[in-house]
């Protein structure tokens, strides 16, 4: 009974719901829950990589505070010392280095929080989109502006350059930075899916 009752108050972040009526505050506190997670993750000895991380595969728990769960670790794998390996994950959040087969690690993940983060500012992966995106006030622009600085840096072409996941969560608003006045626009409903 205690799991239906859970399952009743999680969604994919994939689901305008989890938007409505929560606003921004809501959606950064779920970002920052990844990353928390995902820190953890690349934390361990050996390292473990997600390698699907999307939209689809965080939950979002509409709790007082609301919490983010990474879910769906079928493809993830320990860190491997730079050896070609298999195409994985989802092409759309699949870092350069792991579509095209080369090594990968900690960065490949990273690469797809940015763009989970674009996504979830603009219910697109089109980063061009985040100017156009409205917020109310100085405050908003400000958490806009730094969501858009980190997922820049996670989205950098070349692993070496991308932030490590403890740096991504230090530069995160925090609950503590953001009000709960303003919303941020929920991503459109679509008929098509996002993976």
Partial sequence: MGRRWEFRRVQ????????????????????LDVARGMTYLHKLTPVILHLDLKPANIL?????????????????????????QPKVGTEKYMAPEVAQGKPYGPAADVFSLGRVIIWTITGE???????????????????????DEVASSCLEEEPHMRP????VYDRLPTPSTITTTTK?????????IVL
Avoid: M, W
């Avoid at 972040?13 to 938007?19: D, Q, T, Y």
């Avoid at 941020?184 to 098509?192: A, C, E, L, N, S």
């Fill in 12 to 31: 994919q972040l994939r689901s305008n719901a989890v938007f409505e009526a929560d606003g921004h505050a809501f959606a950064y506190k779920i970002l």
């Fill in 60 to 84: 979002v728990e509409k709790s007082v505070p609301p919490k983010g769960k990474i879910t769906d670790f079928g493809l993830s794998r320990f860190a491997r010392n730079s050896l070609p």
């Fill in 125 to 147: 992966l089109c980063p061009e989109l985040i100017s156009s995106t409205s917020f109310k006030g100085q405050e908003d622009a400000c958490l806009f502006q730094t969501l």
């Fill in 164 to 167: 490590h996941f403890f740096q």
């Fill in 184 to 192: 941020i626009v929920p991503p459109p409903t679509t008929t098509k």
